[in-house]
């Protein structure tokens, strides 16, 4: 009886196993159906037809025929296009916001929390002036000179391989159609403001090698001076059409500069080192201890500049496509990186790591990266954010402490080392399987067997260090003669917040 049970039982199962393996089967024919359905109706009519000798039956003539596919076509280009343009342009959008946002509030929190209690507003207003004052000086003939043609002067002299004219000044001609030569599938416009926000942050940077002893008045002047004798021949030596450097539209020494090694880092950087060294250091130093006064605003601030550093780099791709994601993950792996070497040698000197070394390693990681992010692999990208944590860390506690310079936020340290240190290694990982910035199947970097690109890479380094250097210099000189450049010793002891804008970061007394 039992036996019998189990015969049953098994007989059941096997039925309702064969009704089931039926059942899918039959969902898998319906499915096939839908999809071939779904694929007679999207062919065309002529499409579906096979190839036959003319015959006068049929109905529609060939050229008939032949514009309406044409028609079609053209079409669905347009769609394509339309829906390309909406992508990049929303993507592009997003990251000019995650630049502004790497200003104010990434760089004025990370400055703020550095400085000493009594400055904190004072260098997060530095910050937030540049933003109103760069965008107004961008408006007025900033981006015609970055991006423009070159002026013609005499006969056979043409600026281009230097800076830009006047053609967009006021922003004459910059609209809704793209510039071709620069970003084809967004707005003009939307190329405009975006490297907008890279002019923004660029002079923001240097504030931290001048902090707690510079005039805000004489800030102000000399980073508009700035901003128009250094910033924007760089930009268009590197980044503009037939610019010296520019190495996908004509330069004579093509510098691979993804996102502003050489235009952003190298030059703030270098300039933050001259400013230290004409302005002095600040009273007390070395002596006097001058520890930050919160290093949780000084984290936050990192933590932001982390992020926005996605639209900076990420962005620099000018579109939503496979090399903004290589950009981005690049970018991601540096900064990861030099935070867990700067950490390490702090930890081997010092025997811990600090919250101050960690996002210190991680910053110098992101510069050093920039200007390699849409050129290297991840790997390459974590070699140089190891390298870059390493070096900085050595530039901020032994070099400076060799020569005594006060570069109060370590400005020169991380970001003119880290920039020099990423624009050199990035001819040495570059590689066209990633960017074929030169050509399909072209060489582009060391690692590709083009070894010249690290001269070229050496030739942009050296350009832009004797660019900050020389400019940077006589503008201070010529500052220092108008509004002055330093505040009185008393004041500086005051506190800038109270002596430079009649006001306090913290109320301790509500």
């Known amino acids: 009886m039992t036996s019998l049970k189990r015969l049953v039982c098994t007989g ?95 760089l004025a929190l990370f400055y703020g929390g550095l400085v000493r209690r009594k400055n904190t507003l004072a260098i997060m207003m530095q910050s937030f002036m540049l933003m109103a004052v760069i965008t107004i000086m961008w408006a007025l003939v900033g981006y015609s ?29 910059v609209g809704a159609e793209p510039n071709a030569d620069y970003a084809g599938t967004i707005p003009q416009m939307t190329f405009m403001v975006y490297q907008l926000m890279f ?30 004798v250094v910033y924007a021949p760089l930009a268009h030596m590197v980044w503009g059409k037939g610019g010296l450097l520019n190495a996908s539209l004509g330069g004579r020494f093509p510098t691979l500069d993804f996102a502003g090694g050489t235009v952003v880092h190298i030059s ?22 001058m520890p930050p006064h919160s290093l949780v605003l000084s984290f936050i601030g990192a933590c932001l500049l982390w992020v926005g550093w996605f639209g900076f780099n990420a962005g620099s791709a000018l579109a939503s496509s496979p090399l903004a994601t290589s950009a981005f993950v690049a970018t991601h792996f540096a900064a990861a990186a030099a935070a867990l070497s ?53 530039m901020v506690t032994r070099v400076k402490a060799i020569f005594g310079y006060d570069d109060a936020l370590d ?49 942009g380094v050296l350009i832009a260090w004797g660019f900050a250097l020389v400019g940077t210099l006589v503008l201070l000189k010529v500052v220092d003669l108008i509004t002055g450049l330093r505040v009185t010793e008393d004041q500086e002891i005051e506190g800038l917040d109270i002596t430079q804008h009649g006001e306090e970061a913290y109320n301790l007394e509500s």
């Not at 079409?75 to 916001?97: G, P």
């Not at 230290?276 to 007390?284: C, D, H, N």
């Open 12 to 106: 059941r199962e096997a039925v309702i196993s064969y009704a089931a393996e039926r059942i899918q089967n039959m969902k898998r024919m319906v499915w096939k159906c839908c999809l071939l359905l779904a694929i007679v109706h999207a062919v065309p009519l002529h499409a579906q037809q096979p190839a036959a000798a003319p015959s006068s039956q049929n109905t529609p003539s060939t050229p008939q025929a032949s514009s309406l596919t044409n028609e079609k076509l053209a079409q669905l280009d347009q769609r394509v296009t339309a829906a390309q343009s909406s992508a990049d342009n929303a993507w592009m959008l997003v990251s000019a916001a995650l630049v502004l946002m790497m200003t104010g509030p990434g």
């Open 145 to 173: 000179l970055c991006f423009g043609s070159g002026m013609v002067i005499g006969e056979h002299f043409n600026t281009g391989s230097v800076i830009g004219g006047f053609e967009h000044a006021f922003l004459r001609g």
């Open 199 to 228: 002019a923004i942050i660029t002079p923001a940077l240097i504030t931290g090698a001048t902090a707690e002893r510079m005039k805000f008045s004489g800030t102000v002047l000399f980073m508009i001076l700035w901003f128009l």
């Open 268 to 289: 703030s950087g270098v300039s933050a080192l001259v400013c230290a060294l004409y302005l002095g250091k600040r009273t007390g130093f070395p002596k006097q201890p």
């Open 342 to 394: 700067w950490s390490v040698a702090e930890w081997i000197k010092n025997g811990r790591a600090s919250a101050l070394g960690a996002i210190s390693g991680a910053v110098a990681g992101l510069v050093a990266i920039t200007p390699a992010a849409g050129f290297v692999a991840p790997m390459p990208a974590l070699i140089i954010g190891l390298v870059a944590g390493a070096c900085c860390y050595w």
């Open 411 to 459: 400005a020169f340290g991380v970001h003119g080392a880290g920039g020099t240190i990423g624009a050199l290694l990035t001819g040495v990982f570059a590689t066209q399987v990633i960017n074929p910035i030169f050509g399909a199947g072209k060489a582009v970097g060391g690692s590709d067997g083009h070894w010249g690109q690290v001269g070229n890479q050496l030739v």
